[in-house]
């Protein structure tokens, strides 16, 4: 079955939740593990249904932000979802108390336990209409982004697609295209100030509702965080400062010489060779060709992941008006299908979304026989180990895209990957200083991230730019908005990625096998249990980082990027 042919049809709430609070009723009237577990089944058939259909919507509404149905379907879902999570509550509760519960647990694995514990401690029915709220901020933020209309280079364009131009091989053309993009987001400077600020308060109402003392816990534990905390984030952030920091001074020292500038200006990070960066050599259609290629040479169950993604039309790829930014990949269990979303734009992002992406993709149709939706995919840390070692492991292809730029691609991949490190702690670090102070100003705010990027990004040149000089660049960070303390997973699947890489350039296979392992374990672990799994250093552990950099430094050095 085709996507465009996957069922949409507005939930009968009520009907809805007569028919889950009969099923928890029942449940806890069990007289019997096995009966318990026959209505767990019930339950999770009822959950993928309706997580399904919000997924379709969101999917539906974010290709075409202007049609009315879809967008009229999404404030509806957004309106439905607390009173979903509210019944999702009651069910877990009753499972935490069943009388059943080891028996429970040998059938469906400790995990479920571990992260019912942690989410009963962020939910409350008292909470409902501000979470409802949360919600609709969240939803503003997309829509007051999507809204950008910038002219340049003759054209209206959205943010999305001035992407292009901050990789101008013309210094003038990089300058005027970030001073464009900033401009939106001075002009709205109030609006996205005003924004964070009620998510900020309503988020801090919220955790003081459930009994913390500020959000930053709350933030943990509705990501499912089970196996770590903020003191052993501060510390891998700390490691990060001192290890990879000084390596990007010294990359973009490198990167000076390449481009023949005095001194890298913001306009000039995204760029890293005069002659231009590696770009796709063919249109999406020529790189989806050469991407079914690629994964059917890869492996048996990429080929298979692959052909059903096509088949089914999974892939929503080009960039269009009215068209949601950034990327994302979804799951719709209902279909056991996968989804990719992005905005191609001809730079070498384009193939970041067949592999990183696809990464995604790829690990929810391996987990795609897990019934329960909490084991369908991890927790956010984990899912970016397999879509950052699948942009690695597809090393060997990356020629079919970039032909004769295949080096420059590899080279920028692993630097940008390195500096991206310090900017992730960055996000996070902000946000621990936001949330734990919910009195600080806005212009505090500003401040503080400038601060901070002064601490991780000591390069950072903003030249004649005085918003950005005032700290004003995080608010194109869409995660601070939507989905706080989020950001740094991203870093820490990073650090994973790497040791995937380096792994993969000693023995392929043991690298591939060990992924694929990991793909298959699905959410059926904490972030700490599967990397036990697929045999990976954490990165809490001290020396983590330090352990991974000689060899990428070896890759780096093995390139004379110069001549590039
Ligand atoms: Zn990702």
């Known amino acids: 079955m085709k996507f465009k042919d996957f069922k949409y049809e507005r939930p009968d709430m009520n009907k809805f939740q007569n028919e889950f609070n009969g099923l928890v009723q029942r449940f806890s009237d069990a007289g019997s593990a096995d009966e318990q577990l026959a209505i767990v089944k019930e339950i999770n058939t009822?959950?993928?249904?309706?997580e399904s259909l919000s997924q379709i919507v969101q999917i539906r509404?974010?290709?075409?932000?202007t049609d009315a149905f879809y967008d009229a379907e999404n404030d509806f879902i957004d309106g439905a979802m607390p009173l979903y999570m509210e019944m999702v509550d009651k069910y877990y509760r009753a499972l935490d108390t069943s009388k059943f519960k080891d028996a429970l647990r040998k059938e469906l694995g400790d995990h479920i336990f571990n992260i019912i514990e942690v989410k009963l401690k962020t939910f409350h029915p008292d909470i409902i209409e501000d979470l409802k709220q949360e919600n609709m901020l969240a939803s503003k933020y997309t829509k007051l982004r999507t809204s950008a209309k910038i002219m340049f280079d003759g054209k209206e364009l959205n943010l999305a697609q001035m992407v292009p131009y901050y990789e101008s091989k013309d210094r003038l053309v990089r300058k005027e295209a970030q001073e464009a993009a900033t401009k939106f987001f001075e002009e709205n400077e109030a609006a996205f100030d005003n924004l964070y600020q009620d998510l900020v308060e309503v988020r801090h109402k919220i955790a003081r509702?459930?009994?913390?003392?500020?959000?930053?816990?709350?933030?943990?534990?509705?990501l499912s965080r089970t196996d770590y905390d903020d003191k052993m984030v501060a510390a891998y952030r700390k490691q990060v400062l001192d290890e990879l920091v000084p390596l990007s001074l010294e990359l973009r020292k490198r990167q000076e010489e390449r481009l023949r500038v005095d001194t890298i200006k913001y306009y000039d990070e995204q760029i890293g060779f005069t002659t231009g960066n590696a770009t796709p050599k063919g249109d999406s259609a020529w790189i989806v060709e050469n991407g079914k290629i690629m994964y059917e040479e890869l492996s048996a169950e990429t080929g298979e992941f692959i052909n059903f993604m096509l088949d089914s039309e999974l892939m929503d790829l080009e960039a269009k008006k009215g068209k949601s930014g950034g990327g994302y990949c979804t799951y719709i269990s209902d279909y056991r299908a996968p989804?990719?979303?992005?905005?191609?734009?001809?730079?070498?992002?384009?193939?970041?979304?067949l592999t990183h992406e696809a990464g995604?993709?790829?690990?929810?149709?391996?987990?795609?026989?897990?019934?329960?939706?909490?084991?369908?995919?991890?927790?956010?840390?984990?899912?970016?180990?397999?879509?950052?070692s699948m942009e690695f492991l597809t090393y060997p292809w990356m020629?079919?895209?970039?032909?004769?730029?295949?080096?420059?691609?590899?080279?920028?991949?692993v630097s940008e990957a390195l500096l991206f490190i310090p900017y992730g702690v960055l996000v996070d670090e902000f946000q621990h200083y936001v949330y734990a102070n919910p009195e600080a100003t806005p212009s505090d705010r500003k401040l503080k991230w400038?601060?901070?990027?002064?601490?991780?990004?000591?390069?950072?040149?903003y030249e004649d730019n005085d918003f950005l000089e005032r700290g004003g660049y995080w608010f194109r960070q869409g995660h601070i908005f939507s989905d706080p303390f989020y950001y740094i997973d991203y870093t820490l699947a990073q650090v994973c990625a790497f040791q995937f890489f380096l792994k993969s350039t000693e023995d392929r296979k043991e690298a591939w096998d060990r992924y694929l392992k990991l793909c298959n374990k699905g959410g059926s672990l904490p972030f700490t249990g599967l990397l036990k799994v697929a045999g990976l250093d954490s990165p809490f552990e001290q020396g983590s980082?330090?352990?991974?950099?000689?060899?990428?430094?070896?890759?780096?050095?093995?390139?004379?990027?110069r001549n590039l």
């Open 46 to 50: 009822m959950r993928n249904h309706m």
């Open 61 to 65: 509404h974010t290709i075409d932000t």
């Open 209 to 222: 509702k459930l009994g913390f003392d500020n959000f930053v816990k709350l933030g943990y534990m509705r």
């Open 339 to 353: 989804f990719i979303f992005s905005n191609f734009n001809g730079t070498s992002g384009d193939i970041d979304v």
């Open 360 to 388: 995604h993709a790829f690990q929810c149709f391996q987990s795609r026989d897990y019934e329960l939706p909490e084991y369908q995919f991890p927790t956010l840390e984990a899912c970016e180990i397999h879509s950052m």
């Open 399 to 413: 020629e079919r895209f970039f032909k004769e730029d295949v080096t420059k691609y590899k080279f920028n991949h």
């Open 450 to 461: 400038r601060e901070l990027e002064k601490k991780y990004q000591p390069y950072k040149n």
């Open 545 to 561: 980082i330090k352990k991974v950099i000689p060899a990428l430094r070896k890759v780096l050095d093995s390139i004379d990027d």
